[in-house]
C-alpha cells in the first residue's frame, strides 16, 4: 500500500479499500450532512456491510481501469477523499472528484489531492482532458476547481434531481497540456 505526503501538516493521500470500511462508515457519519448537501455521495453506505460494498464497486472498477478511490487521510484519521469518477484511458479522459468533512474544510487538502491524482492521470496514462463536474451551488467544489486551473464549460441546467430539487451543474475541465503548463509555473520552471 501506497500514503502519499500531501504536505507537512500530517495529511497523506492513501487508497481506499474494502477492507476500511468500518473506518469508512464513521467517516461518512461525521460528515453526511455536510457531504450530501450537493450530492449523494456515500447514502447507501448505512453500516458496515453497504460501505464495504461501495468501496469494493470502486476497487473492482480499479480493477477493471475504469476508476479508482483514495482517502485523504490528516494526523491518521480519514476525513474525506478524491477519486476517478470515470478513467477511459483509451479516449484519455477521466472524471475527478471529491468529498471532505467538515472539520477538514479549508486546509487545501483536495487541492492537494486532487493534483497528485491529475499529475498521476496526465504523466502515467496519458489522460488528455480531465473533468470536473460540480452542482453550480458547491462553492467550495467550484474553487477547487479553480484552484487546479480548470476551465468553466458550461452549465448543464436543473440536470440532476438532489434531495427532490433540480440542480444545475458546473462543468470545468483542463487540458493535459495547460495542466504541464500550470505545474511548470507552480514549480518556478517558466
Not at 500531501?6 to 477492507?19: K, Q
Not at 460501505?51 to 469494493?56: F, I, P, T, V, Y
Not at 477523499?81 to 477538514?104: H, I, K, M
Not at 436543473?158 to 504541464?180: I, Y
Amino acid at each position: 500500500m501506497y500514503a502519499i505526503s500531501l504536505g507537512d501538516d500530517g495529511a497523506e493521500l492513501r487508497p481506499l479499500e474494502p477492507w476500511h470500511a468500518e473506518e469508512f462508515l464513521a467517516h461518512l457519519d461525521r460528515g453526511r450532512g455536510f457531504v450530501q448537501q450537493y450530492i449523494p455521495f456515500g447514502s447507501r453506505a448505512t453500516d458496515v456491510a453497504s460501505a464495504r460494498e461501495l468501496l469494493q464497486l470502486f476497487a473492482d472498477k480499479k480493477a477493471t481501469d475504469t476508476g479508482g478511490l483514495h482517502g485523504v487521510w490528516l494526523d491518521g484519521l480519514l476525513v474525506g477523499g478524491v477519486l476517478f469518477r470515470t478513467f477511459d484511458a483509451e479516449q484519455g479522459t477521466c472524471e475527478v472528484g471529491c468529498w471532505l468533512e467538515p472539520a477538514a474544510v479549508g486546509r487545501g487538502l483536495i487541492t492537494r489531492a486532487a493534483r497528485v491524482l491529475i499529475d498521476w492521470a496526465v504523466d502515467e496514462r496519458g489522460i488528455h482532458r480531465v473533468e470536473w463536474y460540480a452542482a453550480a451551488a458547491n462553492e467550495p467544489s467550484l474553487n477547487v476547481a479553480r484552484r487546479l486551473g480548470m476551465s468553466r464549460e458550461g452549465v448543464l441546467r436543473e440536470n440532476r434531481l438532489h434531495r427532490g430539487v433540480r440542480q444545475d451543474t458546473e462543468v470545468w475541465s483542463v487540458l493535459a497540456p495547460e495542466w504541464r503548463n500550470a505545474r511548470a509555473r507552480r514549480s518556478g520552471n517558466l
